[in-house]
């Protein structure tokens, strides 16, 4: 295989057209072009509110939605491959999910992790370019019952939705405090609908108790992670190079640039099945760097679009979420009354605002190189020009930088700086 270079970046939560003689966009249109495999993920549904797409009573945060020309844009400004589920992936339901797959297919980008069934959504996407074939498989973990695509029977279709991979959450107590939840348990009726108690876990409701060291610890789910090791499989034996987009919400306790104990759990077993690289987004920040197996893991790549507070239209459940306001009020009053409050989903906090792009190369399936290049997202300009990358500032890429050194040394990952870019020492 000859030299591949594939750039990575966070969640794009784009909502507004490019303006494509920006000096700063062209700047990271650079960046980006640079590389044979330009990657992103898509972090809103693409339609034009038809008649059919109606919006869901819960949504991922905000009900994102951008027109079909975004696409467009976003592939002038170099992607050629894109994640595409998440948590705001069913925001305008089942046809809003549809649409957005229409859209894609028209504008001809390769996306991969929704579909129309759950086949469609869990199979791998393949990129061609002159360096060689690239697979894409895609996951989420973040979202609601209904996202989940449903596979297809003989007999009746399947459903649109996500690739998703499950998880468990177990609390561990003491003995005493095991006894003390028993009592309560029965007690009442709160595990009228389940078996209390099956393999030492023991069920309070909905959540899971054992006895051990104080605690929380997350683990995936069995079949999930199989059926995606499938894919990773048969991407493996079908391209040069397999990716594995994973988009996570969860974190360890409250600190959102921790992991989830399944977060890393499940990156080692998509580059033991034969991924080249796993690109982790989702928590709204940068996670460390970590090399495995002489594979890079990017544990969160934060955001490199973060648009929220331009969304022009919101059903009626945004403006009761989000301070109760009239049938009068627009979005813009919404975003007003999280602004006065602090800022509710993430808008008021500059790490969200700050992201890389990283950039790695791969020759005869052997890691050449992984870069680091620091990118900011305007948070303290005007609303109507925040949450848009340019390359950051001196002052501001050395900070990233450092940030990301820290990051990455928990996995045992040296980064050097030098003239603004992060290098990766490897081997």
């Given at each position: ?34 590389s044979d495999v330009r990657f992103t993920n898509l972090e809103t549904s693409i339609h034009n509110y038809e008649h059919d797409v109606y919006p ?231 996670r460390g760097i970590e090399i495995y197996k002489e594979r890079p893991i990017f544990h969160g790549l934060g955001d490199f679009f973060y648009q ?120």
């Open positions: 295989m000859n030299r591949m270079s594939i750039a990575v970046t966070g969640d794009s939560l784009t909502v507004t057209r490019l303006p494509k003689d920006d000096p700063k966009l062209l700047k990271i249109r650079e960046v980006l072009m640079k869901s009573k819960h949504s991922g945060g905000d009900w994102i939605a951008a027109p079909p020309s975004v696409l467009s844009d976003m592939a002038w400004l170099g992607f050629n491959l894109l994640g595409a589920p998440n948590n705001h992936s069913m925001d305008w339901s089942h046809n809003g999910l549809v649409r957005t797959m229409e859209n894609l297919e028209r504008e001809g980008i390769v996306y991969a992790g929704i579909g129309r069934n759950l086949s469609e959504a869990s199979r791998p996407r393949y990129l061609e370019t002159a360096k060689g074939r690239v697979a894409l498989v895609a996951v989420n973990t973040t979202f609601r019952d209904w996202h989940p695509a449903g596979e297809q029977r003989r007999d009746f279709i399947g459903r649109p939705g996500i690739n998703a991979l499950h998880f468990t959450t177990v609390h561990r107590i003491s003995e005493e405090e095991m006894q003390s939840l028993k009592v309560v348990a029965n007690a009442t009726e709160i595990n009228k609908r389940v078996k209390n108690e099956q393999d030492g876990i023991f069920n309070f409701g909905e959540h899971l108790f054992e006895v051990g060291e104080s605690g929380t610890y997350t683990r995936m789910d069995g079949d999930d992670a199989k059926r995606i090791e499938r894919a990773i499989k048969e991407a493996k034996r079908q391209a040069d190079i397999v990716l594995i987009s994973g988009h996570s919400h969860e974190m360890k306790g409250k600190d959102k640039q921790r992991l989830a104990d399944f977060q890393r759990e499940f990156a080692y077993l998509c580059i033991d099945a034969g991924a080249h690289a796993y690109i982790g987004h989702g928590p709204h920040v940068m929220c507070e331009l969304i022009e239209k919101a059903p009626v459940e945004f403006y009761e979420k989000f301070g109760k306001l009239s049938s009068e009020s627009c979005t813009a009053d919404g975003y007003d009354f999280r602004i006065a409050s602090g800022g509710l989903l993430g808008e008021t906090n500059p790490q969200c605002f700050e992201s890389f792009i990283g950039v790695f190369d791969f020759a005869d399936d052997k890691l050449q190189s992984v870069a680091i290049h620091p990118v900011t997202l305007g948070f303290n300009q005007p609303r109507s020009r925040k949450g848009v990358p340019e390359y950051a500032s001196p002052e501001d890429g050395e900070r990233i930088l450092k940030e990301m050194q820290d990051l990455s040394a928990e996995f045992g990952t040296t980064i050097e700086i030098r003239e603004g870019t992060g290098f990766i020492k490897l081997g």
